[in-house]
Protein backbone atom coordinates (compact mmCIF):
# COMPACT_ATOMS: atom_id res chain seq x y z
CA UNK A 1 0.00 0.00 0.00
CA UNK A 2 2.75 1.95 0.68
CA UNK A 3 2.65 5.70 3.28
CA UNK A 4 0.56 8.03 2.28
CA UNK A 5 0.69 11.94 2.94
CA UNK A 6 -2.34 13.88 4.83
CA UNK A 7 -2.38 17.69 3.89
CA UNK A 8 -4.63 19.54 6.61
CA UNK A 9 -4.74 22.05 5.24
CA UNK A 10 -6.46 20.73 1.58
CA UNK A 11 -7.95 17.98 3.58
CA UNK A 12 -6.91 15.37 1.29
CA UNK A 13 -3.66 12.65 0.84
CA UNK A 14 -1.69 10.94 -1.65
CA UNK A 15 1.11 8.90 -1.74
CA UNK A 16 4.12 10.52 -0.10
CA UNK A 17 6.86 10.49 -1.89
CA UNK A 18 8.95 13.85 -2.61
CA UNK A 19 8.46 14.80 -6.03
CA UNK A 20 4.59 14.27 -5.51
CA UNK A 21 4.98 16.30 -1.56
CA UNK A 22 6.96 19.10 -3.52
CA UNK A 23 4.58 19.54 -6.12
CA UNK A 24 1.51 19.55 -3.80
CA UNK A 25 2.96 21.94 -1.77
CA UNK A 26 3.94 24.23 -4.26
CA UNK A 27 0.83 24.41 -5.72
CA UNK A 28 -1.67 27.24 -5.56
CA UNK A 29 -4.78 25.50 -4.08
CA UNK A 30 -2.29 24.51 -1.05
CA UNK A 31 -1.01 28.39 -1.05
CA UNK A 32 -4.28 29.78 -1.11
CA UNK A 33 -5.59 26.75 1.83
CA UNK A 34 -2.57 27.82 3.72
CA UNK A 35 -3.00 31.72 3.62
CA UNK A 36 -6.92 30.91 4.31
CA UNK A 37 -6.13 28.97 7.72
CA UNK A 38 -3.97 31.46 8.82
CA UNK A 39 -5.99 34.55 7.84
CA UNK A 40 -8.35 33.07 10.68
CA UNK A 41 -5.85 34.38 13.21
CA UNK A 42 -4.88 37.68 12.48
CA UNK A 43 -5.31 40.51 14.42
CA UNK A 44 -8.04 43.03 13.92
CA UNK A 45 -5.83 45.57 13.18
CA UNK A 46 -4.02 44.23 10.32
CA UNK A 47 -7.26 43.52 8.65
CA UNK A 48 -8.77 46.74 8.78
CA UNK A 49 -5.48 48.08 7.65
CA UNK A 50 -5.71 45.77 4.88
CA UNK A 51 -9.76 46.18 4.35
CA UNK A 52 -9.32 49.90 4.13
CA UNK A 53 -6.76 49.77 0.79
CA UNK A 54 -9.19 47.53 -0.86
CA UNK A 55 -12.32 48.59 -2.95
CA UNK A 56 -15.63 46.90 -2.19
CA UNK A 57 -16.35 43.96 -4.40
CA UNK A 58 -19.54 45.21 -6.22
CA UNK A 59 -20.73 41.73 -7.20
CA UNK A 60 -20.34 40.76 -3.31
CA UNK A 61 -22.28 43.96 -2.22
CA UNK A 62 -25.44 43.23 -4.90
CA UNK A 63 -25.70 39.39 -5.13
CA UNK A 64 -24.52 38.51 -1.76
CA UNK A 65 -21.95 35.88 -3.17
CA UNK A 66 -18.71 36.21 -5.26
CA UNK A 67 -17.62 33.42 -7.61
CA UNK A 68 -13.57 34.34 -5.92
CA UNK A 69 -15.01 33.93 -2.53
CA UNK A 70 -11.95 34.50 -0.30
CA UNK A 71 -9.26 34.75 -3.16
CA UNK A 72 -11.08 38.22 -3.99
CA UNK A 73 -9.04 41.23 -4.40
CA UNK A 74 -11.51 43.44 -3.61
CA UNK A 75 -13.53 43.78 -0.30
CA UNK A 76 -16.28 42.06 1.16
CA UNK A 77 -16.63 43.89 4.44
CA UNK A 78 -20.13 45.57 4.37
CA UNK A 79 -20.00 49.16 6.17
CA UNK A 80 -21.12 47.78 9.40
CA UNK A 81 -18.66 44.99 9.39
CA UNK A 82 -15.91 47.64 9.08
CA UNK A 83 -17.33 50.08 11.73
CA UNK A 84 -17.65 46.92 13.79
CA UNK A 85 -13.85 45.99 12.81
CA UNK A 86 -12.61 49.76 13.28
CA UNK A 87 -14.37 49.79 16.96
CA UNK A 88 -12.68 46.46 18.12
CA UNK A 89 -9.59 47.93 17.11
CA UNK A 90 -10.02 51.01 18.93
CA UNK A 91 -11.09 48.92 21.82
CA UNK A 92 -7.69 46.71 21.95
CA UNK A 93 -5.92 50.29 21.42
CA UNK A 94 -7.36 51.68 24.63
CA UNK A 95 -6.95 48.52 26.75
CA UNK A 96 -3.07 48.56 25.46
CA UNK A 97 -3.22 52.19 27.45
CA UNK A 98 -3.02 52.07 31.27
CA UNK A 99 -6.42 52.74 31.86
CA UNK A 100 -7.29 53.69 35.57
CA UNK A 101 -10.09 52.49 37.52
CA UNK A 102 -11.40 55.83 37.48
CA UNK A 103 -12.67 55.33 33.69
CA UNK A 104 -14.30 52.35 34.05
CA UNK A 105 -11.88 49.95 33.16
CA UNK A 106 -9.83 48.41 35.73
CA UNK A 107 -6.08 47.44 35.50
CA UNK A 108 -5.29 43.84 34.34
CA UNK A 109 -2.38 43.67 36.34
CA UNK A 110 -3.82 45.33 40.08
CA UNK A 111 -6.57 42.19 39.27
CA UNK A 112 -4.03 39.49 38.91
CA UNK A 113 -1.95 41.34 42.28
CA UNK A 114 -4.98 41.29 44.51
CA UNK A 115 -5.93 38.01 43.59
CA UNK A 116 -2.62 36.12 44.76
CA UNK A 117 -2.39 38.50 47.93
CA UNK A 118 -5.87 36.84 48.92
CA UNK A 119 -5.17 33.83 47.84
CA UNK A 120 -1.67 33.69 49.71
CA UNK A 121 -3.34 35.76 52.84
CA UNK A 122 -6.16 33.08 53.87
CA UNK A 123 -4.58 30.95 56.44
CA UNK A 124 -3.94 27.28 55.42
CA UNK A 125 -4.68 26.19 59.21
CA UNK A 126 -8.39 27.54 59.03
CA UNK A 127 -10.93 25.33 60.18
CA UNK A 128 -14.19 25.37 57.93
CA UNK A 129 -17.61 25.26 58.83
CA UNK A 130 -19.40 22.29 56.83
CA UNK A 131 -23.18 22.41 57.12
CA UNK A 132 -24.44 19.71 59.06
CA UNK A 133 -26.62 17.27 57.52
CA UNK A 134 -29.68 16.49 59.54
CA UNK A 135 -31.48 12.85 58.13
CA UNK A 136 -35.79 12.52 58.43
CA UNK A 137 -35.86 10.39 61.19
CA UNK A 138 -37.67 7.33 58.98
CA UNK A 139 -34.33 7.04 57.76
CA UNK A 140 -32.32 6.65 61.11
CA UNK A 141 -33.23 3.01 61.66
CA UNK A 142 -30.94 1.41 59.28
CA UNK A 143 -31.97 -1.98 59.77
CA UNK A 144 -33.28 -2.45 56.50
CA UNK A 145 -29.85 -1.06 54.58
CA UNK A 146 -26.80 -3.14 53.97
CA UNK A 147 -24.03 -2.11 56.52
CA UNK A 148 -21.54 -1.03 53.44
CA UNK A 149 -24.55 1.61 52.74
CA UNK A 150 -24.68 2.82 56.12
CA UNK A 151 -23.44 6.07 57.27
CA UNK A 152 -19.65 6.27 58.00
CA UNK A 153 -18.95 7.82 61.67
CA UNK A 154 -16.00 8.06 63.76
CA UNK A 155 -17.73 4.50 65.89
CA UNK A 156 -18.08 2.84 62.79
CA UNK A 157 -14.82 2.88 61.69
CA UNK A 158 -13.72 1.77 65.05
CA UNK A 159 -15.55 -1.20 65.39
CA UNK A 160 -14.06 -3.18 62.77
CA UNK A 161 -16.61 -6.21 63.33
CA UNK A 162 -19.31 -5.12 60.92
CA UNK A 163 -17.21 -5.14 57.85
CA UNK A 164 -17.06 -8.96 58.79
CA UNK A 165 -21.01 -8.45 57.55
CA UNK A 166 -20.62 -6.17 54.41
CA UNK A 167 -20.62 -9.89 52.38
Given amino acids: MGKRYY?????????????????HLSSLQHAKNRADHYNMFKDPEAILKEE????????????????????CR?????????WE??????MKNQSKLNVTPENGWPNP?????????????ANSTEEFNYPAWHRPLELRDYSMLPPSLWPITPESLANTSTFREWG
Wanted: charged share 30%; hydrophobic share 30%.
Fill in 52 to 71: CTKIPCKWYLSVGDCAFGLG
Fill in 7 to 23: CAYCDRSFKDDPEARKK
Fill in 85 to 90: LQRLVA
Fill in 109 to 121: DDIIKEYFENATS
Fill in 74 to 82: FSHYTPPMM
